[in-house]
C-alpha cells in the first residue's frame, strides 16, 4: 500500500502549488482530482484534498460529500485556501457549510491563495466586481476581514501563497506517520 496522496481541485493555480509542496513536504504523491477515480484511493493510507474556497464554496466538497463513506476507513486531511486572510468564524462557517459534521471533525487547514482578475473566468470577474461594488458602498462602515482583503486587492495581482500556511498540515502528517511507525 502507498504511504499517501495529496489530491488537487486548482482553477487558478494556487490549491495545485500548495498540493505540490505539501506532496514535496510529506513524501506523497501529488495528483489532479480529474485525473484520480474513487478506487484509486484504496491504495493510499493517507489522503490530503487541496482547493480553494470561492464564494464560501469548496472546489473538492461535491467530490468529498458523495464519496466520503467509500475512503472514511482512510487517514483524511482537509487543506483549502481563498484570497482572504483567516478569520477563524469565517472559516467554521465555510467548513459547517460546505462539509457534514463528520467531515468537518477531520483536521482542516487554510491558507491565503492568489487573486487576479484577469486571469479569472468573465463569470468570477464579473461576480468579483459586483462584491467589489457593494462592498465599496460600505464606505464609514466597518468591513469583514474576507471585505478588507477584497478592497485591498481590488483590481491588482496578488499571490498570497506562503509555506508557513501548509506547516501545521506538514507536522499533522508527520505524527500520523510517526504513530505509524509505533
Request: aromatic share 12%; charged share 35%; net charge positive.
Given at each position: 500500500m502507498k504511504k499517501g496522496v495529496v489530491v488537487y481541485k486548482s482553477k487558478?493555480?494556487?490549491?495545485k502549488w500548495y498540493a505540490e509542496k505539501i506532496a514535496y513536504k510529506?513524501?506523497?504523491?501529488?495528483?489532479?482530482?480529474?485525473?484520480?477515480?474513487?478506487?484509486?484511493?484504496?491504495?493510499?493510507?493517507?489522503?490530503i484534498f487541496c482547493g480553494a474556497?470561492?464564494?464560501?464554496?469548496?472546489?473538492?466538497?461535491k467530490f468529498l460529500n458523495k464519496n466520503?463513506?467509500?475512503?472514511?476507513?482512510?487517514?483524511?486531511?482537509?487543506?483549502?485556501?481563498?484570497?482572504?486572510?483567516?478569520d477563524e468564524a469565517t472559516f467554521n462557517?465555510?467548513?459547517?457549510?460546505n462539509f457534514s459534521s463528520e467531515i468537518a471533525s477531520l483536521p482542516i487547514f487554510y491558507g491565503r491563495g492568489m487573486w487576479d482578475l484577469e486571469k479569472m473566468s468573465f463569470t468570477h470577474r464579473v461576480l468579483s466586481k459586483m462584491l467589489i461594488k457593494m462592498v465599496a458602498?460600505?464606505?464609514?462602515k466597518e468591513l469583514q476581514p474576507w471585505e478588507q482583503a477584497l478592497m485591498e486587492a481590488k483590481d491588482k495581482s496578488i499571490?498570497?501563497?506562503?509555506?508557513?500556511?501548509?506547516?501545521?498540515?506538514?507536522?499533522?502528517?508527520?505524527?500520523?506517520?510517526?504513530?505509524?511507525?509505533?
Open positions: 487558478y493555480g494556487s490549491s510529506c513524501n506523497l504523491e501529488c495528483k489532479d482530482l480529474k485525473q484520480i477515480k474513487i478506487d484509486n484511493f484504496k491504495n493510499y493510507e493517507i489522503i474556497v470561492y464564494a464560501s464554496g469548496v472546489s473538492y466538497k466520503f463513506d467509500k475512503i472514511k476507513d482512510k487517514k483524511i486531511i482537509l487543506f483549502f485556501n481563498g484570497a482572504s486572510p483567516y462557517n465555510v467548513v459547517k457549510s458602498k460600505k464606505e464609514g499571490n498570497w501563497t506562503d509555506e508557513k500556511y501548509i506547516e501545521p498540515l506538514v507536522d499533522c502528517v508527520l505524527k500520523l506517520d510517526k504513530k505509524q511507525g509505533e
